[in-house]
């Protein structure tokens, strides 16, 4: 075939990552005339690019001129490669061409090449984790695709994102996150939907969860085998996505992976963003609920692993996930991860856009005002909490002391106090206390929220109580 083959290109719906107000594409191929053109006789010949907007077919770059290399100056054929800029936005068509002349001056020809189309220049996104990351959910939802919202595949091909996301139809035995089973419903169209609508830029999914994976198989010095798959693929790319997507942590609430999990976990931030070369943000979700496991300690330190590192690592971030439905015993169902997907959306917006600030609230103060009453307080409330009842039980509070769990009968919204709870306990706390809340593996449905973001408060796990207002430490009491 004559005119402008292209042998290095991005793919069709590939998601270039902006830097600044912009991206680059890089094109590299080789060029050939129709022999009636040589017939005619040929002045020159020119490979030229130009990029089209696809909604109004505007040409946002006009047609330019390659650098080229000719092999056969009498036939006009050579190579050629050319590095565009292009400002944030899409979608685009790459249109590639050889614009050419007779000798005589008489003919003028734009000869075909080689289309590249619904290519977007945005942000580009990891999804890493297990299974609520993959996406298992079973049940019905609406969460349609959209364009501007683009999945790389496990086989290595951009495409429209369309649940599942996760399949590996043509991935090879290569591809570390197969799954062995059907996957579902996933957050991340919902949350490519919604941030491109907050950005103005189209957003792009690079999938690297697999179900069921613990988080050694994330650690670099563990097996590692899916934090080696996560690179891969990145590199793939060659490109430097702007955030990873994280939601894991069910495979190691057993006993005996619980204790090593904070270590692995935070080693893992650490690692992947030397091997990048840059401190690349992680938007966490913390574990929702497993109906029927047994390991309760495992499922409270974990979700207090998950809330801690948003503190003591830069750039972590935390979401809660505790008033999501489930489509079965542990993952969460198709209407909750369009939920999820929008919540992320909108941290993401905040984090990264200058989007308005929507953060968890998170307990940064538990002070012991009387001997048997406890102010909590927590960052990130925009006006106020709503509580869906005042019987702390069913809002997920556990209070133990020394004497150990200790009953609380009321819980209100603090007098005067805009981002503070105020629980009342049954009798006077005895020595060192601390205060959890929904740390089970099946916490409570209707957690205090956000009365403006309704977000649940996040998972906490034995924070300690503060008594200095009251004279220090209650252990004389004992």
Known sequence: ???????????????????????????????????????????????????MQEDNNYPVVP??????????????????????????????????????????????????????????????????????????????????????????RNNNRW????????ESTDAGDDNENTEIRVSGTSPWISFGRRLQQISGCPVGLIVCAKGGSPIDLWDKDGTGSLYRNMLRKINMTNQHPIGILWYQGCADTTDGNYEV?????????????????????????QL???????????????????RRAAHT??????LPTLNCSLSDNVHNSSVSNTLLGERMAKLCGYVLCNAPAFLAPDIYSAELI???????????????????????AECGFLIEDNLGEVLPYCITLAPGILDGLLITLDRDLQGDAQVSFCH?????FVPPVDAVTYLPLLSFYQFPVDARQLGGSLCHQI
């Open 1 to 51: 075939m004559t005119g402008v083959i292209l042998t290095s290109a991005p793919d069709d719906w590939a998601i270039i990552q902006k830097e600044g107000d912009c991206g680059s594409i890089s094109l590299k191929g080789h060029y050939s005339i129709p022999d009636a053109a040589l017939n005619a006789g040929v002045k020159y010949a020119i490979p030229v690019v130009r990029i």
């Open 63 to 152: 047609w330019t001129p390659a650098e080229f290399s000719l092999l056969d100056e009498e036939r006009f054929t050579g190579t050629f490669e050319i590095t565009l800029t292009l400002p944030k936005g899409g979608l685009y068509r790459i249109e590639t061409g050889v614009d050419s002349a007779s000798t005589d001056g008489t003919y003028t020809w734009m000869f075909r090449g080689d289309v590249r189309f619904h290519i977007g220049v945005g942000n580009l996104f990891i999804v890493a984790g297990q299974s609520n990351a993959a996406g298992f959910g079973q049940d019905w939802g609406g969460d349609a695709p959209a364009l501007g919202v683009h999945v790389l």
């Open 159 to 166: 495409a429209l994102a369309t649940h599942p996301l996760n």
């Open 261 to 285: 999990y904070e270590e692995k976990y935070l080693n893992f931030i650490s690692n992947i963003r030397h091997d990048l070369g840059y401190e690349i943000p992680f938007f966490t979700f």
């Open 288 to 306: 929702n609920r497993e109906i029927g496991s047994p390991y309760q300690k495992g499922w409270a330190v974990i979700r207090e692993v998950q």
């Open 313 to 318: 690592m830069q750039k972590v971030y935390v």
């Open 370 to 392: 009387q001997r048997d009453q406890i102010l909590l307080r927590f960052s990130g409330v925009v006006r106020t909490l709503f509580l869906y009842s005042q019987n702390p």
């Open 440 to 444: 089970e593996s099946v916490p409570s």
